[in-house]
């Protein structure tokens, strides 16, 4: 059978020897004497060993219970490490997200519960926006930190690299069509503007069918097979195909989201716990 010795009784021990005496532990610890006496009693029970010896009105701790000090001290100082470590943070104050739609299907919901569990003390306020928007928000200081399309710099840390693509219905055939229906997001929008340079530039026509401000608008209206878009790879989705036979169009780029800070958010714990948070989901961590 294991042997188990109650974290209790080992501060009630540690009381003693540093106060000298049952009385002052007493009051350091707000126990009872009785406690305190019955605290030791089981504990040497326990170890089979006397852990004390009087020395007019003080105790003295023997050799036995200076062997136990030594643990009893690391011991409790690991179980306040835990709780420091696993239990809740004591970091309070707030944190304003900003993220691109095109991470929120998923991303969004893990990276919220995530913080939240760690962080009850700190107050979280997303806003979902386009880059231009959420650029907006950082320089004015109403954003603190934001996930956005960027290039990779010191200040603005990679938090994924995927290619761009053009996704239709899997069952839209638009080959043979002259003109391309397009569905985009409303403007300002950074992969708007791509497509519609890439098609102008390539001499291809094009018709625009659809806008929306939202990405899950755009998917709807791909998914109905009004026609094409342009996004980043991870809006592939069952029922979404990528387009590689447009082969008469340039060659894609690459689509970098990047992790940037306001200037107006420097030296807040809060805003670093997020940082390291959304660092644990970046696709260079993966």
């Not at 997200?97 to 969004?108: R, Y």
């Not at 995927?162 to 391309?180: A, K, L, S, Y």
């Not at 659809?210 to 991870?234: D, I």
Request: aromatic share 6%; glycine share 8%; with cysteine.
């Amino acid at each position: 059978m294991a042997r188990i010795i109650d974290t209790n009784l080992l501060r009630t021990f540690v009381a003693i020897s540093d106060c000298g005496g049952f009385g002052r532990a007493s009051e350091r610890l707000h126990f009872a004497q009785p406690t305190i006496s019955l605290h030791m009693k089981r504990l040497e029970e326990l170890l089979e060993t006397k852990l004390f010896r009087r020395e007019g009105r003080n105790m003295v701790v023997t050799e036995d219970g200076h062997k136990l000090l030594r643990y009893a001290r690391r011991i409790l100082t690991l179980n306040e490490e835990v709780f420091s470590s696993v239990g809740p943070s004591g970091i309070t104050g707030s944190v304003r997200l900003g993220m691109i739609q095109d991470l929120t299907e998923e991303l969004l919901s893990d990276l919220i519960r995530d913080f939240s569990r760690d962080y009850p003390g700190v107050r979280l306020e997303v806003n979902v926006a386009n880059t231009a928007e959420l650029k907006e928000g950082l320089k004015t200081g109403s954003l603190d930190i934001a996930i956005m399309a960027g290039s990779e710099s010191a200040q603005t840390p990679l938090f994924r690299r995927e290619p761009i693509v053009w996704i239709g219905n899997e069952h839209f055939d638009w080959r043979d069509q002259e003109t391309i229906p397009l569905v985009l997001c409303s403007s300002p929008c950074g992969l708007r503007e791509l497509a519609l340079s890439l098609l102008e530039a390539s001499g291809v026509k094009w018709r625009l069918v659809f806008t929306s401000p939202s990405l899950s608008g755009v998917k709807a209206a791909v998914h109905a097979g009004l026609g094409v878009t342009l996004r980043g790879a991870s809006a592939l989705e069952p029922g979404l195909v990528r387009l590689d036979d447009l082969s008469r169009l340039p060659a894609l780029p690459q689509f970098d989201i990047v992790v940037r800070k306001s200037p107006h958010a420097e030296g807040s714990p809060a805003i670093h716990a997020m940082e390291e948070l959304v660092s644990t989901f970046s696709s260079q961590n993966a």
